[in-house]
C-alpha cells in the first residue's frame, strides 16, 4: 500500500487486531498518514529549516576558519558513533529491561540511564583531562572521575528507590478514600 493510497482510506485495519487495553496500539480510525494533517503542523518544520540554514551558511561563508575536512570528519564520525554504537546499546538496553523489571520501574529506569548518561558525557573532557599539566594545580584541581562516579551512584540510587515506590504502588492497586 502506498502512502498515497493511505491518505485516501479512512481506516487502518492493520491496526484493529491489536489489543485494546494497549496504550500504544494503532487508533484504526486513524491512519498512519493523519500525521500530514492538520496543515499548520508543518509549520514547526520552518524554525528547524531556517536554524540548519543559517548553520550551513555559517559554515560555508567562514573561510579558513573553520577547517572544513575536520569538520566534515567530526560530524560523519558523531554520526556513525550514534548510529552504530549509540542507538544499538539503548536498543539492548531497552529490550532488556522490558524483560527483567516490572511496567512501572521503566520509565526510573529510562531516566536514570539518560540521566547518568548526559552527566558522563559532559564530564568526560574533564574526567580524560587533555592537555593536563601535573605543574599547575588549579587545573583540573578535583578527582573528576571519581566524583562521576559518585554522582552517577547517587543518580542510580535514586532511581532504584522510585522505581521499587513505583513497582509497589502499582502492586498494591488503587487506593480508596473512604
Same mark, same amino acid.
Given at each position: 500500500?502506498?502512502?498515497?493510497?493511505?491518505?485516501?482510506?479512512?481506516?487502518?485495519?492493520?491496526?484493529?487486531?491489536?489489543?485494546?487495553?494497549?496504550?500504544?496500539?494503532?487508533?484504526?480510525?486513524?491512519?498512519?498518514?493523519?500525521?500530514?494533517?492538520?496543515?499548520?503542523?508543518?509549520?514547526?518544520?520552518?524554525?528547524?529549516?531556517?536554524?540548519?540554514?543559517?548553520?550551513?551558511?555559517?559554515?560555508?561563508?567562514?573561510?579558513?576558519?573553520?577547517?572544513?575536512?575536520?569538520?566534515?570528519?567530526?560530524?560523519?564520525?558523531?554520526?556513525?558513533?550514534?548510529?552504530? $554504537?549509540? =542507538?544499538? #546499546?539503548?536498543?539492548? %538496553?531497552?529490550?532488556? !529491561?522490558?524483560?527483567?523489571?516490572? &511496567? +512501572?520501574?521503566?520509565? *526510573?529506569?529510562? $531516566?536514570? =540511564?539518560? #540521566?547518568?548518561?548526559? %552527566?558522563?558525557?559532559? !564530564?568526560?573532557?574533564?574526567?580524560? &583531562? +587533555?592537555?593536563?599539566? *601535573?605543574?599547575?594545580?588549579?587545573?583540573?584541581?578535583?578527582?573528576?572521575?571519581?566524583?562521576?562516579?559518585?554522582?552517577?551512584?547517587?543518580?542510580?540510587?535514586?532511581?532504584?528507590?522510585?522505581?521499587?515506590?513505583?513497582?509497589?504502588?502499582?502492586?498494591?492497586?488503587?487506593?480508596?478514600?473512604?
Amino acid at each position: 500500500m502506498s502512502l498515497s493510497d493511505e491518505a485516501t482510506t479512512g481506516r487502518d485495519d492493520r491496526a484493529a487486531a491489536r489489543v485494546p487495553e494497549d496504550p500504544y496500539a494503532s487508533d484504526p480510525a486513524r491512519p498512519v498518514t493523519s500525521a500530514r494533517r492538520p496543515w499548520w503542523r508543518w509549520l514547526f518544520l520552518l524554525p528547524g529549516l531556517a536554524a540548519v540554514a543559517y548553520g550551513a551558511i555559517g559554515l560555508v561563508t567562514a573561510g579558513s576558519r573553520v577547517p572544513l575536512g575536520s569538520w566534515a570528519t567530526w560530524f560523519v564520525g558523531s554520526a556513525l558513533l550514534h548510529d552504530l $554504537v549509540l =542507538a544499538p #546499546v539503548w536498543i539492548g %538496553l531497552g529490550w532488556l !529491561a522490558a524483560r527483567v523489571l516490572p &511496567a +512501572p520501574a521503566r520509565g *526510573p529506569a529510562v $531516566v536514570g =540511564a539518560a #540521566v547518568t548518561g548526559l %552527566l558522563t558525557l559532559v !564530564a568526560m573532557p574533564f574526567v580524560l &583531562a +587533555p592537555g593536563y599539566n *601535573p605543574d599547575n594545580p588549579s587545573f583540573l584541581p578535583h578527582e573528576y572521575g571519581r566524583n562521576l562516579l559518585l554522582i552517577n551512584l547517587a543518580v542510580l540510587l535514586l532511581v532504584a528507590l522510585w522505581g521499587t515506590v513505583a513497582t509497589r504502588r502499582h502492586r498494591s492497586g488503587p487506593e480508596t478514600d473512604g
